[in-house]
């Protein structure tokens, strides 16, 4: 039964889709309680998995059909093992109670069927990728969640001027459209690469499966470590999947802009869910190049971990560095996505990092990952209800909303804090891991990176709640308050019910926190250690966790002292400081224009593709058109011409020649012709006598 | 499983032609039904077929004409050629539905002075000249014989021309002359290659070529027909007719075109990869060097586009490519793959094309700076237009996806380095089908809808007479997509098993 509810996961939101237009015909009332129906279905299939976890032994379960048999095996099959469990409960989960948000955030959406198709389609796709036993399903549900999110991200096709993000003024605006476009794009990048890595490894290993793959790598991995650099070739393939769809450096540009869809939308997929797919894959390939380093003696196969810790510390760093100054909340929002995310993939590169790491970087990257899913859906969830009430998506156009939303300022407060680092909520202890990992590898600089990041991750999270909920209310929002029967306020129930259980949720995971890190330490030694038999050993810190303590909450200090006194209090004027400070304004510049990045890639990419499409269409195309479809048919036209000249030249020449000779000629001898006798006879004479005088000459 | 069935595929659309054009003013506008009609009939016939090949192996068909001199016609149905079949003819009887609504508004803008009769005449000799594609298609298809397939081949240039001459676009009499010598230009160098086969076999029989093998004309016979179907498949730089002739065509014939350009992917498997393995050899890496190049120019050039009918056009340029790369890798799951992505192909750009000429038919606007924002008032025709660009783009659930996992990993198992390189780039390539597939849709179907559009009470979806057809064929690639053993299982016997014999 245990196997089937994989498989129900599956299906059910799939089913959710199909029964969404038929449900439409009944009413809309229905369909939207049906789409969450569903949903709710799909999460409770989810939670039954979970005492699954509490017999780790029975682990892991596979349920497999033949997929395709030749020329190639694949199988289409789920697999059960504590990471799948307890990825698929965040998103079933997680997913469920956005989806009761969004019916009162879409409530009157003229386009509410394909909104909960998208987003059905969605959750189950998302549940495949997690539920695959292998690669090749693992990948369709790994594009179709792209697809997913390109819909979504350009649910608002139409481009009207409301769902603009950028600006705000003179800055550039973009359109929900072309951010879809660009997600898609983007991420594809990414995911073309690893499909090659995904058949590379195929080409040595003959298998697709996740838990063959682990069992034969004795075979070959070895094998295919005999040819220089193909490891790292395939690390750097497998990796830049991940990279593009967590939005990792440098492939993380796409989801500032995805925040142009939906307010769950950004909380469902751009923070919960499909972003943690990259950590969640780069945990299946962690048992193989562990093996490849720590058993089989590969050393290119340490490049793996420190492609992806490297990555992860770069990108945390970056994408922290850029919610700092950030105006839209949304996107302060999904700079903190990137960068958290650049936390898990840490974790898990300085897993492979030492023996004794692997299960505490592989523990501390999954438990980001959950208590971020949360704390994240639930400060996108709150984003959603803010801006909904102040109709602006800009930070600096709120203020003072603290008494028009009370409860979105608890929950958001409650999720902010979690995300800050504060004790007792999970963002503490998860952080606290990861910095814990990060230490013990005893790569300084990679730990100096990540402190700085907890330093920025605390003061702009203060900034953004200062500037929501305390100070002073802006002019827009005294223009919006000032109107008759204005919104500014709390959402419909479903939305405050929604964002009020994911507090609860976070509180009890918070209190919960340590027990949980013991009981994920625990179940990842049996899958990785007892089940896979990865030769570790055993975690004997050499720091004191009172020091990694002291350094997280110090760190979280520095941020938010400042932050507090710039936007709760306003002791300190913000405004002065950048006026006064060139350094600060350059600092400013930069970070405001992505560390122009996104500039460089849109030179290189954008216009560099497009003018090398311009130079092919107007050029090269041209040119080779010209040669082949003019310049031919103009050599055989001549060739032609040459032909006629020659026809009438030289063949119709000789033979009118001919004809002409012959006719003077005739015309000359009938001169001759006089038709006197005594004229033939005298040339009779003289040929004669030219004869018989040639003829003796001969003879004589 | 039914007498002559192989014989009845190729004879009984030629035998609709035949009775639409000699009751031509008696059938009138039901002739579309009429041709649709027989080629229902032909597609029960060939799944007939397909479920006896799937249980029994293949179907082969003799019938001799002549006892002295000996002149038969032998037909053959394996699990390749009925899948390759039976594809092709699911797409003309949708382009053939298609086209009965297309048609006749198109003849009301090319011949706008027509009486009754003569619109009548139009209509019907669309539909008779229509017919011999689904002929030329099986001919080549199930041709055990290398003359009866130049006929075939030359049955489809000759059709091709009259269509684009009576029912084009602007410069429809100069493109149709234009393609006509690129189909016979390619055609000829077929038939230097058959002539040679003859030279030294003694025979026209595909089942004989492997006799040439090992044989220094094999070379040459290898290089001419290459030369002549890669002029057909519009590889870099044979391929500047393309772009030309999609321009010009009607659109309701745009993806027989594509079947027509690239069904030559299936001939070189049959006649040159499978019976000359050794020989081919040495012209896999340039085939897969060519291709590789095609890809890429395609796809650049497909990005620069701004008119509707040139952007699938430039795209079957890069598309055709990829089964290219999939044959010069020279493996049997490269092939496989490779042939399956030919299929999925010829789907997808049906659904493409078809879906730019709805838009045309709609708005009468071929440049797409003109359009935008139609989603709004034509959901399906958008929606139909993304399925095509994600079935050309390898998107699952789409077959081209699985088409393209099996094709990468039969260029990966190659296992050298040019493999491994080319396949890389081969992936990274699709990046730039997947960027014009998005980008197109956003400029003609997202943002908002212009004045001129949004006023315009014909522009809507449609009829489902011509989005119907299209909806079938999205809803095949899925089935295919979602379970490839469907094909897969036919393409093994024939080219694993061959090859594992060797």
């Known amino acids: 039964m245990d196997i089937q509810l994989a498989w ?107 909104f909960w198709m998208l987003m059905n389609a969605f959750i189950g796709s998302m549940l495949l990728l997690v539920l695959a036993d292998n690669l090749i399903i693992l990948f369709i549900g790994w594009k179709l969640v792209g697809l997913c999110s390109y819909g979504l991200i350009g649910f608002y096709y139409r481009d009207e001027r409301k769902y603009w993000i950028g600006g705000p003024e003179p800055n550039a605006y973009d359109k929900p ?134 990555i992860g510390a770069i990108t945390a760093f970056l994408a922290a560095s850029q919610g700092l100054v950030a105006l839209e909340l949304k996107k302060v929002l999904a700079y903190s996505t990137v960068s958290q995310i650049g936390f898990m993939m840490l974790a898990m590169g300085v897993a492979g990092f030492s023996q004794e790491l692997l299960v505490k970087g592989y523990m501390a990257g999954t438990f980001h990952l959950v208590s971020h899913a949360m704390f994240k859906a639930c400060l996108f969830l709150c984003a959603g209800t803010v801006i909904h009430a102040v109709h602006s998506i800009y930070i600096h156009e709120m203020g003072a909303l603290r008494k028009f939303l009370p409860f979105t300022w608890l929950f958001m407060g409650l999720a902010t804090l979690s995300l800050i680092g504060v004790p007792p909520l999970p963002g503490f202890w998860s952080k606290e891991a990861v910095l814990v990992a990060t230490l013990e590898s005893q790569h300084y600089l990679l730990f100096t990176v990540v402190i700085v990041t907890v330093v920025f991750t605390a003061f702009y999270s203060t900034r953004y709640f200062g500037m929501i909920f305390h100070g002073q209310a802006s002019d827009h929002l005294r223009k919006e308050t000032d109107k008759p029967h204005h919104h500014v306020g709390e959402g419909y129930l479903p939305q405050t019910f929604a964002c009020g259980i994911l507090a609860v949720g976070i509180v009890t995971f918070g209190l919960l926190g340590p027990k949980a890190e013991h009981a994920l330490y625990s179940l990842f030694n049996t899958q990785l250690v007892t089940d896979l038999g990865m030769a570790t050993k055993t975690f004997t810190p050499v720091f004191s966790t009172s020091l990694v303590v002291a350094l997280s909450i110090g760190s979280v200090l520095i941020g938010v002292i400042p932050a507090y006194l710039f936007y709760f209090s306003r002791t300190w004027d913000v405004n002065a400081v950048y006026e006064r400070y060139a350094f600060i304004r350059a600092v400013h510049t930069f970070l405001w224009n992505r560390w122009y990045i996104n500039a460089l890639f849109n030179w290189i990419f954008v216009r560099g593709v497009m003018q090398a499409a311009r130079a092919v269409a107007d050029k090269i195309e041209v040119a080779v058109d010209g040669a082949i479809n003019k310049k031919i048919p103009a050599g055989v036209f001549s060739v032609a011409a040459l032909s006629n000249w020659f026809d009438q030249k030289a063949i119709d020449g000789v033979v009118d020649g001919t004809a002409t000779n012959f006719q003077n000629t005739g015309s000359a001898l009938s001169q001759m012709l006089s038709g006197k006798i005594q004229d033939y006879l005298a040339v009779a004479v003289v040929v004669a006598m030219l004869v018989g005088g040639v003829t003796w000459l001969m003879i004589r | 499983m039914m007498p002559f069935t192989l014989l009845q595929t190729i004879l009984v659309p030629a035998l609709v032609a035949l009775v639409i054009l000699l009751f031509r003013y008696r059938i009138g506008k039901k002739a579309g039904w009429v041709a649709v009609s027989g080629l229902i009939y032909t597609t029960g016939l060939l799944l007939a077929a397909l479920v006896h090949i799937y249980h029994g192996g293949p179907v082969i068909e003799r019938y001799t004409i002549l006892s002295s001199p000996e002149i038969t016609i032998h037909l053959v149905a394996d699990g390749l050629s009925i899948a390759v079949a039976l594809i092709c003819n699911l797409l003309c009887l949708a382009l053939c539905t298609y086209s009965i609504k297309y048609i006749d508004h198109r003849i009301e803008i090319l011949y706008p002075d027509l009486d009754e009769k003569g619109q009548i005449n139009y209509f019907t000799s669309f539909f008779y000249l229509l017919l011999p594609f689904p002929v030329g298609f099986m001919g080549v298809s199930f041709s055990a014989d290398l003359v009866m397939m130049y006929f075939f081949l030359e049955v489809l240039t000759l059709f091709l021309f009259f269509l684009m001459a009576y029912f084009g676009y602007q410069d429809r009499v100069k493109v149709a002359v234009m393609c006509f010598i690129w189909g016979v230009f390619s055609a000829l160098f077929f038939l230097g290659g058959v002539v040679i086969i003859y030279s030294q076999v003694g025979s026209f029989q595909m089942d004989q070529i492997h006799l040439l093998s090992g044989h220094p004309l094999a070379f040459w016979v290898i290089l001419l027909v290459l030369i002549g179907f890669f002029a057909k498949l519009a590889i870099v730089p044979l391929h500047v007719w393309m772009p030309w002739v999609h321009a010009e065509h009607p659109t309701c014939i745009a993806g027989l075109l594509a079947v027509y350009a690239n069904i030559a992917a299936y001939i070189i498997v049959r006649m040159l990869v499978l019976p000359l393995w050794d020989d081919f050899q040495v012209f896999g890496p340039p085939i897969m060097i060519f291709a590789v190049i095609t890809m890429v120019y395609g796809s650049l050039l497909t990005l620069a586009q701004t008119d509707m009918k040139r952007i699938p056009a430039c795209s079957t340029i890069s598309q055709s490519a990829y089964s290219m790369l999939g044959i010069g890798a020279l493996t049997a799951a490269s092939i496989e793959g490779g042939l399956f992505f030919f299929l999925s192909h010829i789907m997808g750009k049906t659904v493409f094309f078809s879906a730019c000429g709805l838009v045309v038919y709609t708005t009468h606007i071929r440049d797409i700076n003109r359009l935008g924002g139609l989603a709004t008032k034509m959901p399906i025709t958008a929606l139909l237009f993304l399925s095509g660009g994600m079935m050309l783009a390898g998107i699952p659930p789409f077959s081209s996806f699985a088409a393209e996992v099996v094709m990468f990993a039969g260029i990966f198992e190659r296992g050298d380095n040019l493999g491994l390189i080319i396949g890389i780039i081969g992936l990274v390539a699709i990046l730039l089908t997947i960027s014009y597939a998005v980008h197109f849709t956003r400029v003609i179907f997202f943002g908002p809808l212009p004045e001129h559009l949004a006023q315009d009470d014909h522009v809507r979806d449609p009829s489902w007479i011509m989005v119907a057809p299209l909806v079938v064929i999205v809803l095949t690639s899925v089935a295919l997509g979602l379970y490839p053993s469907l094909i897969m299982n036919l393409f093994e016997p024939v080219i694993s098993g061959y090859l594992a014999n060797m």
């Not at chain 1, 969450?36 to 976890?53: G, I, K, N, Q, R």
């Not at chain 1, 079933?92 to 003229?110: E, L, N, Q, R």
């Not at chain 1, 797919?277 to 058993?295: C, D, E, H, K, N």
């Open chain 1, 8 to 114: 129900l996961c599956l299906t059910l939101p799939l089913l959710g889709v199909l029964a969404t237009p038929l449900l439409a015909r009944v009413g809309t009332t229905v369909m939207t309680y049906g789409a969450v129906f569903f949903s709710f279905l799909t999460a409770l299939s989810a939670v039954m998995m979970l005492p699954l976890l509490f017999t780790a032994d029975v682990l892991p379960l596979e349920s497999k059909i033949l997929w395709l048999s030749t020329p190639i095996t694949v199988t289409f099959g789920v697999l059960l093992d504590p990471l799948s469990i307890i990825v698929a409960n965040v998103v079933a989960v997680i997913s469920f109670f956005i989806m009761v948000y969004c019916i009162g955030y879409m409530k009157g959406d003229p386009a509410i069927m394909r």
């Open chain 1, 177 to 310: 459209s072309a951010c879809g476009v660009k997600a898609f794009i983007v991420t594809s990048v990414g995911d073309m690469l690893m499909l090659g890595g995904i058949l590379i490894v195929y080409f040595y290993s003959r298998t697709f499966n996740i838990l063959e793959l682990y069992q034969t790598a004795p075979q070959w991995f070895p094998l295919m470590a005999e040819t220089p650099w193909l490891i790292v070739l395939v690390s750097i393939l497998l990796i830049a999947g991940p990279v593009g769809k967590s939005a990792q450096f440098p492939l993380h540009e796409w989801l500032p802009e995805a925040m142009s869809g939906p307010g769950p939308v950004s909380a469902l997929i751009h923070a919960a869910t499909m972003v943690k797919s990259g950590v969640f894959l780069i945990a299946r390939f962690i048992p193989i190049f562990y093996y490849g380093y720590w058993t089989a003696g590969v050393e290119e196969a340490m490049y793996f971990f420190l492609i992806v810790a490297w």
